[in-house]
């Protein structure tokens, strides 16, 4: 059985190609690219671990985390930003994100943390 990742990126190309990426590895990737509709995928999918954008057209990453932690707080959870500051990976942290980094991401990088 493949792991679920929960993709949550607006940026259609960035989210093609970490789809891409992450499918080639074997996993089955469930996208959104907003908040809400990042919410419903983890009420119904459950997935097995998130990557999260930081900002999104809805709102913010850190919304969506809580929502996360709420909804299965063992959900393994990497936020990616390509507005990354301390402040903001401060509170990523503080909310429970496993790790923060910057876009445009080291998808090696990214896939080790994800595994």
């Known amino acids: ?4 990742l929960l993709l949550v990126e607006d940026e259609e190309g960035v989210r093609q190609a970490i ?4 499918v080639k590895r074997g ?8 908040c809400v509709a ?17 900002r999104l057209p809805d709102g913010d ?5 809580r ?3 709420a909804l299965d707080p063992e959900l393994p959870v ?10 903001v990976a401060v509170r ?7 790790q923060f980094l910057t876009k445009p991401a080291e998808l090696p990088v990214l896939s080790m943390i994800v595994e």
């Open 1 to 4: 059985m493949s792991k679920k």
């Open 19 to 22: 789809r891409r990426f992450f």
């Open 27 to 34: 996993f089955e990737v469930l996208e959104a690219d907003t």
């Open 38 to 54: 990042a919410e419903q995928i983890i009420r119904a999918e459950g997935p097995d671990v998130a990557v999260l954008d930081y």
């Open 61 to 65: 990453g850190i919304g969506v985390l």
């Open 67 to 69: 929502a996360a932690r």
């Open 78 to 87: 990497v936020m990616l930003t390509g507005h990354g500051s301390i402040d």
């Open 92 to 98: 990523a942290v503080k909310e429970g994100a496993e």
